[in-house]
């Protein structure tokens, strides 16, 4: 009698192959559980003054800094990809810093007339500003500092930031994005927005935003690092320890109680179980920050030959959304979205 299964004898008696669902290139397509789409994706875009040459940025490979006018184009190539959104982050010479940041309310500082710019010539795309002084400030951290010049006074701090907000929104910004990590910001930005009848205008809170090393290279994108005069400029008195998921949950949740439109987690690759219970602590939008050093680091694996840049590029956002961002900041978005073209 012959056997009623058919099986070799090295034949294992399974009922359940896994295996069966990533048989193919089509089936692999239809069971996907994840995609990333152009729509996640903002694009930062450094910003720098005069009518110069655009600028590379040594540690982040295809990275520019750009004068307003060529930010105008790099803008018009960001749309034809179909990218939504830019957010702008400005560099200024040491000319423009001091003790405590003034430069950041002047009314025509670059970084407003860069929004400004933008926003008149593409008025449909995004724009997002950081609230923070780190890039108006000599000492180069996001606030003005206490009496004893050991940390940063915050509500001293609180008090700028959201009269930067309001200049932000008036020059057009349609997220204003506060990254300096005092307590008590967004509730005082959204308050004084409102004042100025700023109402539309959306508070994209970096809600958990880490103490980390990986923003070296954006700290000389920006100027921040020389500015400081040190190798590691110390923001632990206020940006969260890496160690401490319930301390960065509960004060990301405040930002919700506070009136944010979104929360963001920054960085996003090494924090991914931070992104992941937000994601389910909140029911607001999640953004995440692939920052600086994540890009740095995959481009400069890439150059020694050691991984494949689009490959790895593609599964960090893959996984970033994976763990429940609804938008992602990247310094890949133009590139992911050309290839994605190119794939079509
Ligand atoms: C500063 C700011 C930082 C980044 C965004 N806004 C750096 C810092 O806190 O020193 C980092 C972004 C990146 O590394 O790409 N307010």
Redesign the pocket.
Known sequence: MPSPIHCTSSQLDLLKRPRRNRRTEATRALVQETHVSVDDLIQ?LFVVDGEGPVESVQSMPGVMRYPIPALLNRCNEIIELGIRAVAL?PNFGPGCKDEVGSHALVPDQLLLRAVRAVKEAFPDLLVIT?V?L?PYTSHGH?GVLSADGRSVDNDASVEKLAQLAVLEAEAGADWVAP??MMDGRVLAIRRALDEAGYTETAILSYAAKFASS??G???EAVG?LQAAGTAH?D?RTY?MNSANPREALRDALLDEEEGADLLMVKPAGPYLDILYQLRQQTRLPVAA?Q???EYAQIHAAAQMGWLDLKKTRDETLLSIKRAGADTILTYFAADWAADAIART
């Open positions: 930062p982050f950081d923070a780190d996001d990254s300096d990986f923003y290279p954006f700290r921040s400029l923001k940006q920050y920052v600086s050093g």
